[in-house]
């Protein structure tokens, strides 16, 4: 097996039952692949392999304390890996298979790495929707660690492409299935004995969270990394990032929303979830642009609109 540091040939190849099986394959040898979820691409490693998921964290660059996204097929694989309450139940029957992750605690005996969880005793675990993840799942008979298939910190990929613009070379295998359908990744909520805390706004809405649980969700934010995304930096181009901009500076890329026309616009019509949709590529396009610095547009922090300004906010960040 190469290493994951090694250069590599990165092969892209359009999914369909020949990928699928080679990808299969592949998380068998202990090896990672990217492959599309409904919400961006996903670096897919065997869960259960601690060796296999170092693969992730090497190819990636990613701080060891930030733990990783297990998907699973089934609420039965879900329940050998996390213990569910109540709440937990109410949210995989309303949301699974779909862009929500749970943090709840460790089932006893999860037959899941250590690194995966970043030695937490709780663990994120989602079941995806997407076919071409739900076929490499089927297919490997396996729990997946699949966090965005993308160099630590950098834009998430929603297209193969991305996938390849940054991990060419560390990687052997993209599954190519078009653009991803939700541009963001999950809604993230922490499952507790004092109740529900949404840890990562995404696709699916705190409101809709409330009303599928029957409880209130907090949005108190820890000091601890619990899931993925909370980083301050995070989601980041590699240019300087300008947010509520009206306008550009004369040396700014100005992405574009409802009436603010822009270089590019996530959405003309001023509709969010086009434009969460439309975000990473979005930024993809105006960090490959001439100009030095990146400028967006307000964006409605509402609904699936908290969710955009959250990875916004985080692109924005500089240490």
Same mark, same amino acid.
């Not at 979820?37 to 060796?51: F, H, S």
């Not at 619990?226 to 509520?244: E, M, T, V, W």
């Given at each position: 097996?190469?290493?994951?540091?090694?250069?590599?040939?990165? @092969?892209?190849?359009?999914?369909?039952?020949?990928?699928?099986?080679?990808?299969? +394959?592949?998380?068998?040898?202990?090896?990672?692949?990217?492959?599309?979820?409904?919400?961006?691409?996903?670096?897919?490693?065997?869960?259960?392999?601690?060796?296999? %998921?170092?693969?992730?964290?090497?190819?990636?660059?990613?701080?060891?304390?930030?733990?990783?996204? %297990? $998907? %699973?097929?089934?609420?039965?694989?879900?329940?050998?890996?996390a213990r569910f309450d109540s709440?937990?139940?109410?949210?995989? @029957?309303?949301?699974?298979?779909?862009? !929500?992750?749970?943090?709840?605690?460790?089932?006893?005996?999860?037959?899941? @790495?250590?690194?995966?969880?970043?030695?937490?005793?709780?663990?994120?675990?989602?079941?995806?929707?997407?076919?071409?993840?739900?076929?490499?799942?089927?297919?490997?008979?396996?729990?997946?660690?699949?966090?965005?298939?993308?160099?630590?910190?950098?834009?998430? /990929?929603?297209?193969?492409?991305?996938?390849?613009?940054?991990?060419?070379?560390?990687?052997?295998?993209?599954?190519?299935?078009?653009?991803?359908? $939700?541009?963001?990744?999950?809604?993230?909520?922490?499952?507790?004995?004092?109740?529900?805390?949404?840890?990562?706004?995404?696709?699916?809405?705190?409101?809709?969270?409330?009303?599928?649980?029957?409880?209130?969700?907090?949005? +108190?934010?820890?000091?601890?990394?619990?899931?993925?995304?909370?980083?301050?930096? $995070?989601?980041?181009?590699?240019?300087?990032?300008? !947010?509520?901009?009206?306008?550009?500076?004369?040396?700014?890329?100005?992405?574009?929303?409802?009436?603010?026309?822009?270089?590019?616009?996530?959405?003309?019509?001023?509709?969010?979830v086009e434009a969460a949709a439309?975000?990473?590529?979005?930024?993809?396009?105006?960090?490959?642009?001439?100009?030095?610095?990146?400028? %967006?547009? /307000?964006?409605?922090?509402?609904?699936?609109?908290?969710?955009?300004?959250?990875?916004?906010?985080?692109?924005?960040?500089?240490?």
């Open positions: 097996m190469p290493t994951p540091n090694s250069a590599t040939e990165t @092969a892209i190849k359009p999914f369909d039952a020949d990928t699928i099986a080679d990808a299969a +394959a592949r998380i068998a040898a202990g090896e990672c692949v990217a492959i599309p979820t409904e919400t961006v691409y996903g670096l897919a490693a065997n869960a259960t392999d601690g060796k296999a %998921v170092a693969g992730i964290y090497a190819a990636k660059g990613r701080p060891s304390f930030n733990p990783l996204i %297990v $998907h %699973v097929a089934t609420m039965d694989e879900a329940r050998k890996i709440a937990g139940e109410n949210l995989a @029957a309303a949301f699974w298979s779909g862009p !929500l992750t749970l943090i709840l605690p460790l089932a006893e005996n999860a037959p899941i @790495a250590d690194l995966v969880t970043a030695g937490l005793d709780t663990v994120a675990i989602r079941i995806p929707a997407h076919p071409a993840m739900q076929a490499l799942l089927k297919a490997s008979g396996l729990p997946l660690a699949a966090p965005s298939a993308n160099a630590s910190g950098s834009i998430s /990929p929603t297209r193969a492409e991305h996938v390849a613009r940054s991990l060419r070379g560390k990687i052997g295998l993209i599954v190519d299935a078009g653009p991803t359908g $939700h541009g963001i990744e999950s809604t993230i909520v922490a499952s507790r004995q004092h109740g529900l805390t949404l840890l990562r706004p995404g696709p699916i809405t705190a409101e809709q969270i409330e009303t599928a649980a029957g409880t209130p969700i907090s949005t +108190a934010k820890s000091e601890t990394i619990s899931a993925p995304g909370q980083l301050a930096s $995070h989601y980041a181009p590699s240019k300087p990032l300008r !947010l509520d901009a009206t306008d550009a500076e004369p040396d700014e890329w100005l992405i574009g929303f409802g009436d603010i026309a822009g270089d590019s616009s996530l959405s003309p019509s001023g509709d969010l439309n975000l990473f590529a979005a930024l993809h396009e105006a960090d490959a642009s001439a100009r030095p610095q990146i400028a %967006v547009a /307000p964006l409605p922090d509402k609904g699936i609109g908290q969710a955009i300004t959250d990875r916004l906010a985080r692109a924005a960040h500089r240490d």
